[in-house]
């Protein structure tokens, strides 16, 4: 403790003065007033500060630091005369030289009991005493005290007086009256009150505890946040290369900005567009002061800034700086906001933390929207964009925490319509970098965003984003939800739709060259996707995605025969003829619901018949233009049966599955009934027969399950052979009646009651086609005929009209094993006839008309 006179006088004045503004800040009254500002004279103040030099207690020296803080109040009040006001302000300043004196002997225990504290009282008399009204000068003279202790003190001492500069800047923001508030002189008090805060000598002294520089910070950006917008650098971007713990630099163009922003967040320096000088020295500064305890104060402050609701990690203070810096131009002058959001996610793990830098880039964004100026605009927003991509690419959140964060920026709003450029789609951007940055997760809602912002990049040339979202999509089709699979492919089916509707453009390469590939693949996309849903899909979701399906392939259709050299069977045959086998009773809903509204529109009255023959070739189809289609519904629906017979029997079938059974039914005689081409039919009859045969296995064995659809299907088998008999050609040869033999046996050999019409029409069709020909009748089939034929219900050429005797009995023995070696010798030509209605190629050639 510091050596003083013999105490004096002064201590019973101080204690006197002090009970008299306690009471008057009780009861203010004009007697009180009077008493207090008699103790205010020189005399009497002179008595004062004896009281300092002869106290020899720290409990003295506070309880005059208490009183002349007291006596600072009741003169900022305004009340007392510019007379007195004069004579105190006169005598304090010629007294101030004896208080530096005293001051510089004081030690750390000191300056922290005591000393910080008669310096903050004094200080306050004098500024009081002044108006708020003090030359550069004067102002120089109170601080010289306190600086000196901010470079000589150590860090507690230098704490506390940090905790007095505080006080002082409240005291006079709080107490100086409106209009000194508002002049130049009292602004330019920011630059004094910042100079300790970016000292580097003060800075150093808080080696592992920054919480006093930062609390200093914010308290003086508050108390300044009037004039936020005027001094942003000053106090704003200042603050914020202190907690970055970085030093700045000066680039004045896009690309050089850009270019910096491109650099690892490790290495990269604070950009500014701008600086004023009196600044620009603590900005540049290259010696840093980073630390982690320091970062975590940067989301706090940034999203305070930008008006941007702070509910992440909790840091040990509040901040609750002011949203500022709304003008436009702050965004472009401060690239530094850019990235000191990548600063901030370097230390977040929180799901919070993460969601409010995701808002922050939305708020810089709607800033960067306000810019009058498109090109400026654009630059911006790509700017801010690159950040975002470098945020993601350079953290390891995840995908559950990032997608909803990445999501918010395109869904009320893109946010980013303006970074898209004609080769780089911003949401698509951002999705990939998630799929590849994050081998794990899986992603939904951010690719339904994605399609939702495609006509923001490609309004023209719709068919080329279509084409870059699909294939991303078919590439990470296990990395997305089914149902976001779903959705996202309808939004781009509608988009698509529309696009060709209107322009008519489908045709991606050139007229004498037409390149539809892009259609094709989407198309075909679907079905890729429903193969993934391996639970069941949202009924409403399944129904809009077939239905756009149906729309779009009759738009596609329509643009495709109006291409040179280009048909209906074009599209169908990109569609179908590489078939995606259907694993999942999803897809097989997704081909049903196609095939349904296919044949709704294909237009069968003209198909080319030049190219079915009814002959094994090397070069055409059986079934011509439709063969894909064909071949892809016996697929489909033999595949169902498949699937269905995987069930057991006493679990019930849903109504869905029992739908795409009737549906497979439906399309089978929507194709009897819409082509006219006899020999089409014939050859289709011949290609579904065995799908036929095992639908009918499948329905109509006593299987309780399908009893509510069982007469609908009955129906549709008995219009069929109607049509069949009706329109087919022949030739009606061996080689058909083989592969038809199945389901003429199980039609012939149906059971009295409700089949009986389908026996009947059965037996009509036969007697309409094979009756007249003499074959080798499979054994089988042979015994049914022949007993239908001695009914008199059908005709076949060869068999006997009477009952089967023994020795008929050893004859139909003898013939089953020249039957054997026939079936056997047919082997080949049933590979070869499957060839030709699939398209593929055989080597055999056999006349059959």
Not at 87 to 95: E, F
Not at 196 to 207: G, M
Not at 631 to 656: C, D, F, H, P, Q
Request: aromatic share 10%; hydrophobic share 40%.
């Amino acid at each position: 403790m510091i050596s003083w006179n013999d105490r004096g006088p002064g201590m019973a004045l101080i204690r006197k003065l002090n009970g008299y503004l306690t009471l008057y800040r009780l009861s203010p009254n004009e007697k009180l007033f009077d008493q207090i500002t008699k103790l205010m004279s020189p005399v009497e103040l002179t008595k004062a500060l004896d009281a300092i030099g002869n106290s020899k207690t720290y409990a003295d020296f506070i309880a005059f630091g208490e009183t002349y803080k007291m006596l600072a109040d009741f003169i900022a009040s305004g009340k007392l005369e510019s007379k007195l006001l004069d004579s105190v302000k006169i005598y304090l300043r010629r007294q101030w030289s004896l208080l530096e004196i005293f001051c510089q002997s004081m030690s750390d225990q000191d300056i922290k009991v005591f000393g910080a504290h008669i310096w903050l009282a004094l200080s306050q008399v004098f500024i009081a005493s002044a108006q708020f009204k003090l030359s550069s000068q004067e102002w120089g003279q109170i601080f010289l005290p306190i600086e000196k202790w901010f470079g000589d003190a150590g860090c507690e001492a230098v704490e506390v007086c940090l905790e007095k500069w505080r006080a002082l800047i409240a005291f006079i923001s709080s107490k100086s009256p409106k209009e000194i508030r508002k002049s130049g002189k009292y602004i330019r008090l920011i630059q004094i009150f910042s100079k300790p805060l970016r000292s580097r000598t003060t800075i150093n002294k808080f080696p592992n505890n920054m919480l006093p520089i930062i609390r200093t910070y914010a308290f003086l950006i508050n108390t300044f946040k009037d004039v936020l917008d005027e001094r942003f650098e000053e106090l704003i971007i200042c603050f914020l290369r202190f907690l970055a713990g970085r030093k700045a630099q000066v680039l004045t163009t896009s690309a050089e900005i850009e270019n910096e922003l491109k650099k690892s967040i490790d290495s990269l320096e604070l950009i500014l567009n701008c600086a004023i000088p009196s600044h620009l020295g603590y900005l540049t500064d290259d010696r840093t002061n980073s630390s982690d305890s320091l970062t975590l104060y940067i989301l706090p402050t940034v999203s305070s800034v930008l008006g941007v609701a702070y509910n992440g990690h909790p840091t040990d203070i509040p901040l609750q700086i002011p949203s500022c810096g709304n003008k436009p131009d702050m965004t472009q002058k401060y690239a530094v906001f850019f990235q000191m959001l990548r600063l901030a996610g370097r230390k977040c793990s929180h799901e919070d933390d993460v969601a409010v830098i995701g808002s922050c880039f939305a708020a810089l964004s709607q800033r960067i929207s306000s810019i009058e100026e498109v090109a400026v605009e654009m630059s911006e927003s790509r700017l801010l964009f690159k950040q975002v991509q470098a945020w993601v690419e350079e953290n390891n959140y995840g995908v559950e925490i990032l997608e909803p964060v990445l999501c918010d920026l395109f869904t009320t709003k893109n946010l980013f319509m303006y970074a898209n450029t004609p080769t780089e789609w911003s949401a698509r951007v951002l999705l990939n970098s998630l799929l590849e940055k994050y081998r794990g997760g899986r992603i939904s809602h951010l690719l339904e965003a994605t399609a939702g912002t495609l006509l923001d990049v490609f309004e023209n040339h719709v068919l080329k984003g279509v084409g870059e979202l699909s294939g991303l999509m078919e590439k990470h089709l296990q990395r997305f939800e089914p149902i976001s699979l779903m959705k996202s492919w309808t939004q781009l089916a509608e988009i698509t739709k529309v696009f060709i509707s209107d322009s008519g453009d489908i045709n991606e390469v050139g007229l004498f060259r037409p390149d539809f590939r892009t259609s094709s693949r989407f198309l075909r996309l679907i079905y890729k996707i429903a193969n993934v849903a391996e639970e069941e899909v949202d009924a409403k979701v399944l129904q809009k995605c077939t239905t756009s399906f149906g729309e779009l392939y009759s738009e596609t259709q329509t643009g495709v025969r109006h291409e040179n050299g280009c048909g209906a069977g074009t599209i169908l045959n990109g569609l179908y003829d590489d078939l995606i086998l259907p694993e999942t009773f999803c897809c097989i809903n997704v081909y049903t619901s196609a095939f349904v509204s296919l044949v709704e529109v294909y237009p069968f009255n003209f198909i080319n018949e030049d190219d079915v023959f009814c002959a094994a070739s090397l070069e055409f189809s059986a079934l011509g233009e439709i063969t894909p289609l064909i071949k892809a519904v016996t697929t489909v629906g033999r595949k169902l049966i498949e699937m269905i017979n995987t069930i057991e029997k006493v679990s019930k079938l849903s109504n869905s599955i029992l739908e795409d059974v009737l549906s497979i039914i439906s399309v089978v005689v929507k194709l009897f009934q819409s082509i006219k081409k006899p020999s089409i039919i014939r050859n289709m009859f011949l290609s579904m027969s065995g799908l036929l045969k095992e639908m009918y296995s499948l329905i109509f064995t006593g299987d309780v399950r399908f009893k509510t659809i069982a007469r609908s299907v009955l129906e549709a088998y008995l219009t069929v052979l109607k049509l069949v008999k009706t329109k087919a050609s022949g030739p009606y040869d061996e080689s058909m009646l083989e592969d038809c033999a199945p389901l003429f046996i199980q039609l012939l050999g149906g059971k009295h009651g409700k089949r009986a019409k389908l026996r009947a029409a059965a037996a009509e069709l036969w007697n309409n086609t094979f009756a007249k020909a003499v074959f080798n009748y499979p054994i089988e089939l042979r015994e049914i005929l022949i007993n239908l034929v001695q009914k008199r219900i059908v005709f076949a050429t060869g068999l006997p009209r009477k009952s089967i005797n023994s020795s008929d009995f050893n004859e139909s023995i003898t013939e089953s094993h020249s039957n054997s070696s026939i079936t056997s010798q047919s082997s080949q030509r049933t590979v070869n006839r499957c060839a030709a209605v699939t398209g593929d190629p055989i080597h055999k050639r056999r006349r059959l008309c």
